[in-house]
């Protein structure tokens, strides 16, 4: 990634949980804050999503004007968000990274973002957004039943992202072949 | 980045992987093909030991004990295990052959597991768990592959297979396996126990989807002979020890279509299986099933989910006598019909009910109701709590039913015999379970499940009064007729904690304990039983870390101990496997393997196959 990695965190209490827990397990590592820490999965998701803003296309897009990507998730998700990608470029438009904590507000995005794997959550997001010019984004196990046009799963320890056929069917906005090329496009429910 | 590289980079995602945070009202466990790809074992039983909750006991070259939450044997009879829906529980005996479920790993997409009483939705003789082996589809098989394994107990395992794009919407693979596999070690000997064998299978799969369909279909065959032992009785002689070959050979085919309906989702599936099993001198058997299949997810307003759906198998057996076993009758058609529905209901955004019920009919017992009642809460975005109470019941066999079973021969002669009969009833369980699911910190996940079982109805061998016989000798024989006059408890319950210390090193520890009583009723004459059902180990436990090394070298290494068995006189024991695994090419991969290390052959079940310390190496190609 174009960044350098630097985040020293705080080991909070729930890390000391955890730590407990392996001593118990009868594990005697020392688990440290500064551990080499991997790219963090919102992080790769976040280049993904400023890879979707380059490759579709928005009805009305007057130049300059900000992509929106509303995030939906915790304050640590978003900031990771934010860090990644906000103020970065797609042709003349930057990119702004908002935190969105009422449903009917996602619809004001050009992107929307539901991070976590909670499909009821994600469907009050997203159903108001349907329909309208807004990139959905989740990332939840029962995709195709809470009506968002993109969402990630990770294969083989590797982040991949699947589109809804129908709403890309459906969708007011127009995805470039481009990125369809690395989709998994689903259509009904697999086991 | 552009997309391609971004979906090169490996990331640590606790949120996604299978024993993530389901918000499944039930103790579910997966193992992913990952999981089975990094696990030391080279077949379906042995990859079941990573299962919490699981007991798997190897009891012959060809045989292995497998249950959950207690009542094991090598007839364990309470525990569902299908392959793609197909149910592989037979009907015989009311267990598993799982000589005949040797699934190439490589073709399997996930294991589900869920332990407990699964009767609302899977039917019945799901009363302590189901097993649902999901094999891969053809879209994740496409190219050619292929690989060799070698070693001191799996002399050789040969697989290959190629996939190909059958048209735009369709793809298909073709597959071909052969294992053969040498003896155990045989306890108090330095010989081998004579259960060596061989097994080969093949088959093709294609998968598709037209408009609003996903449809598949897939065909498999399979033949083995498996070297075992026997001790066989004789009224005229001394009873002696036969060594011969068990020949089992059968084909099915499978075939399924998942629309997507204005409603919902509907599928239908439908297979048909035969089956033959040659035991010489002993039990012969040729089987053929077929099952129809259907079910319908509706969306049933923004709170609810209903599914229901409605099944029919049918099921026409020839079966062979011997002295040790006979039949009667010895050929039969057996008929189930099944309905089942279920609610899933959401009270508020956190809080769901679901609600169901299995009602199925079989020509035994006549109509099983097999209801579930469960109850999910998400405390937080990373805790889910699940409460359940169910029923479910396990229905007679043909041997229950049908059968007359030779135990023993005493001098006199006297003979000791297992008689089935329309006086066996449905076994049954009521199962109270709760448990909770959490993620305390980024990379950690736990489990822990709770659980109580009342069991009734339990099979019991009710000893009756001597009958004189006259052909071939004259003898007197003493019935043990069936019945269900055991009733029990057990309890019990497992943790499970996942750690990933770095990205790559990653942790997982397993605990489960099992208390189980049995007790006969006040009028019962069985003095045998209480012994037979009561094989398992009272704590288990497991330990595994997976590392990923510079280089594409992967390093994963197993530790498991197993309680003892005290009815079966078999102690507990620790094993432990270790993989070092190297992706030397973009094709070529090459794994070397250590199984049951650093200690002496041990038993783990009843009979005389020792487990003993092996090893093996594997390569494999493939394209893409």
């Given amino acids: 990634m174009a960044h350098a990695m630097n985040n020293t965190r705080v080991v909070p209490f729930r890390r000391a949980f955890a730590v407990i827990l392996s001593v118990f397990m009868g594990l005697a590592v020392s688990v440290t804050a500064h551990a080499e820490v991997p790219p963090p999965e919102h992080k790769i ?8 803003a380059r490759f579709v296309e928005w009805p009305t897009a007057p130049a300059g004007t900000p992509i929106r990507v509303g995030v939906v998730g915790t304050d640590r998700v978003v900031s990771v968000v934010r860090e990644a990608i906000d103020g970065r470029l797609v042709g003349d438009r930057p990119v702004v990274v908002e935190k969105v904590t009422r449903e009917e507000d996602g619809k004001n995005h050009e992107v929307l973002y ?5 499909a009821a959550a994600a469907r009050r997001f997203v159903s108001p957004a349907t329909g309208r010019p807004v990139l959905t984004i989740t990332e939840v196990d029962r ?34 072949s481009q990125m369809l090329q690395f989709a998994a496009i689903v259509r009904a429910d697999k086991p | 980045m552009d997309f391609s590289d971004l979906m090169k980079i490996k990331v640590v995602s606790v949120q996604h992987r299978e024993t993530d945070l389901r918000t499944t009202p039930a103790p579910t466990f997966v193992l992913t093909s990952e999981d089975i790809r990094r696990s030391a074992a080279t077949s379906v039983p042995d990859v079941l030991r990573l299962v919490p909750g699981l007991e798997v006991a190897r009891v012959s070259g060809n045989s292995w004990a497998i249950s959950a939450r207690g009542l094991n044997g090598t007839a364990a009879n309470k525990l569902l295990v299908l392959v793609d829906g197909r149910t592989v529980y037979s009907q015989v005996f009311a267990g598993v052959f799982w000589d005949v479920q040797d ?5 399997i997409e996930r294991i589900e597991v869920i332990l407990g009483p699964g009767g609302s939705l899977y039917g019945a003789n799901a009363v302590n768990g189901i097993i649902n082996i999901i094999r891969k589809p053809a879209t994740q098989r496409q190219g050619t592959a292929a690989s060799v394994t070698a070693g001191s107990e799996d002399r050789f395992i040969g697989d290959v297979s190629q996939g190909w794009k059958a048209g735009r919407n369709a793809q298909a693979v073709a597959y071909a396996h052969y294992r053969e596999f040498d003896a155990l070690k045989r306890f108090g000997s330095s010989g081998g126990n004579n259960d060596e064998g061989r097994f080969g299978s093949g088959g093709f799969r294609a998968d598709g989807v037209a408009g609003d369909h996903d449809w598949s279909v897939s065909s498999d065959v399979y033949s083995g002979e498996f070297h ?11 009873a002696r020890e036969a060594s011969d070959f068990t020949e089992v050979n059968g084909q099915n085919v499978i075939g399924k279509v998942r629309s997507k309906v204005d409603s919902g989702v509907v599928t239908v599936q439908a297979y048909y299986d035969r089956t033959e099993r040659r035991i010489p001198d002993f039990f012969s058997e040729i089987r053929d099933t077929g ?10 307003g923004r709170r609810n989910t209903f599914t229901w759906g409605a099944s029919f198998r049918a099921t026409a057996d020839r079966i062979g006598n011997s002295f040790s076993i006979s039949w009667d009758p010895q050929n039969e058609f057996n008929k189930i019909y099944s309905l089942f529905a279920q609610d899933e209901f959401r009270v508020t955004p956190n809080l769901f009910f679901t609600l169901g019920s299995k009602f199925e009919h079989n020509d035994y017992t006549g109509w099983e109701l097999q209801p579930s009642a469960r109850a999910g809460y998400t405390i937080t975005p990373d805790q889910f709590l699940w409460a359940a109470v169910s029923r479910a019941v396990r229905t007679p066999s043909r041997l229950d039913a049908d059968a007359r079973i030779l135990l ?3 001098p006199g002669p006297t003979t000791l015999e297992v008689q089935g009969g329309e006086r066996f009833d449905s076994e049954i369980v009521t199962a109270y379970e709760a448990g909770y699911r959490a993620r305390p910190a980024e990379r950690v996940y736990v489990s822990l499940t709770a659980f109580y079982n009342r069991y009734d109805d339990l099979r019991s061998l009710e000893q009756g009064a001597p009958q004189f016989v006259n052909a071939p000798v004259p003898y007197t024989r003493i019935p043990l007729f069936e019945d269900n006059k055991i009733w029990g408890e057990s309890y019990g319950g497992g943790v499970a904690p996942q750690m990933d210390l770095f990205s790559w090193w990653r942790v997982k520890a397993q605990y489960s304990l099992i208390h189980l009583r049995l007790h006969n009723d006040a009028d019962s004459l069985d003095f045998i039983t209480g012994r037979t059902e009561g094989n398992d180990p009272q704590h288990q436990a497991l330990f595994m870390s997976s590392w990923n090394l510079p280089h594409r070298i992967e390093l994963d290494a197993y530790v498991r101990w197993v309680d003892e068995l005290k009815n079966l006189n078999v102690d507990d024991y620790t094993a432990v496997d270790l993989r070092l695994g190297w992706a030397a090419t973009k094709n070529w991969s090459v794994e070397a393997v250590g199984r049951d290390l650093f ?19 594997k390569v494999s190609w493939r394209t893409r």
Avoid at chain 1, 45 to 52: L, Q
Avoid at chain 1, 157 to 163: C, K, L, N, P, Y
């Fill in chain 2, 228 to 238: 075992a032992s026997r001790t066989v009785l004789s009224l005229t002689a001394p």
């Fill in chain 1, 143 to 176: 995709f195709l039943s809470v009506g968002s046009l993109v969402n990630f799963f990770i294969a083989e320890d590797s982040v991949r992202f699947a589109v809804n056929a129908d709403e890309l069917d459906k969708a007011a906005i127009k995805v470039s």
């Fill in chain 1, 45 to 52: 998701k976040a280049a993904f999503i400023y890879n979707f």
């Fill in chain 2, 291 to 300: 099952e129809v299949e259907f079910h319908h997810e509706v969306n049933a």
């Fill in chain 2, 408 to 410: 023993a021969v005493q």
């Fill in chain 1, 114 to 118: 539901v991070s976590g794997n909670n």
């Fill in chain 2, 599 to 617: 200690r002496p052959p041990h038993r783990e079940f009843s009979g005389t196959a020792e487990v003993e310390p092996s090893v093996y190496g």
């Fill in chain 2, 103 to 107: 699934i190439p790993l490589d073709s």
